[in-house]
């Protein structure tokens, strides 16, 4: 399991004035858990605040809470003082995406409080972009099980999904419509990667996945009004759940 923590300051070292419950200034809770990465981000108006994350499988229902009371705390802030929080709305992983989602609208329900839905994919390539200067065009591909990726391009120029819409793409497709510019951000590395050049153009997602970047991005679309239906929202899945059961013997 891999942990890490940043803080960048609490609320009293970064302003003066009244706090977010009278109205005055921003605090926004980011939620990321829609892969293995389980991630809490905390945003005011001046930008990040605290983040805490853990790489693990199978743990965001044991792990998110601790971790957003930690940022929390870090930050010098309670539940009661937060504008909106932010949630990684998908593609992903079923179960993670449920736990964050239930989490956040938990949360929002509590405390009278706006939800702000950030697409999973475009957060990482926010976060891609960010870090990369020299990145002009990524392919985000996520595992969707049974041969199949979530997948999309993003072009710097606009940081929005261009020529390859966020969908489901069986795997010998998505590979033909990779290009050889194409930065490859993906969970499952050796299902795309192939030798020479393309090995070393192809990156493992976690590394951009970051509840600080939900945060931070929720940040934007909270000062743009765009609020989820906290009574309808459901995770954005693309594809149909299926259960399966045990043969029996």
């Known amino acids: ?17 009244p706090t977010p419950r009278n109205g005055s200034c921003m605090l926004i809770l980011g939620i990321e858990t829609s892969t293995e990465v389980c991630s809490v981000g905390l945003a005011d108006e001046h930008g990040l605040v605290a983040e805490r994350s853990v790489v693990e499988s199978h743990i965001h229902s044991e792990k998110l809470l601790t971790l957003m009371a930690d940022v929390l705390q870090s930050a010098g802030a309670s539940p009661g003082e937060l504008s909106a929080v932010a949630v990684s709305i998908g593609p992903g992983s079923f179960s993670g995406l449920r736990i964050g989602l239930s989490t956040a609208k938990g949360l929002c329900y509590a405390r009278g409080i706006p939800l702000v839905a950030v697409p999973t994919m475009a957060s990482v390539a926010s976060s891609a972009f960010e870090e990369h200067d020299e990145w002009l065009s990524i392919v985000i591909a996520l595992d969707a099980k049974q041969g199949e990726f979530y997948a999309g391009r993003f072009s710097r120029s606009t940081e929005r999904i261009t020529e390859i819409p966020v969908r489901v793409y069986p795997r010998d497709e998505l590979v033909g419509m990779i290009r050889e510019s194409d930065i490859v951000l993906t969970d499952v590395a050796d299902g795309l990667q192939e030798e020479g050049e393309r090995r070393r153009r192809v990156f493992h997602t976690r590394t951009f996945m970051s509840g600080a970047t939900i945060a931070l991005l929720g940040r934007q679309l909270f000062r743009e009004e765009r609020i989820a239906d906290l009574q309808h929202i459901e995770p954005m899945y693309l594809k149909n759940f299926i259960v399966r059961t045990a043969k029996k013997a």
């Open 1 to 17: 399991m891999f942990e890490q923590s940043r803080y960048v300051g609490s609320r009293s070292d970064r302003q003066s004035g």
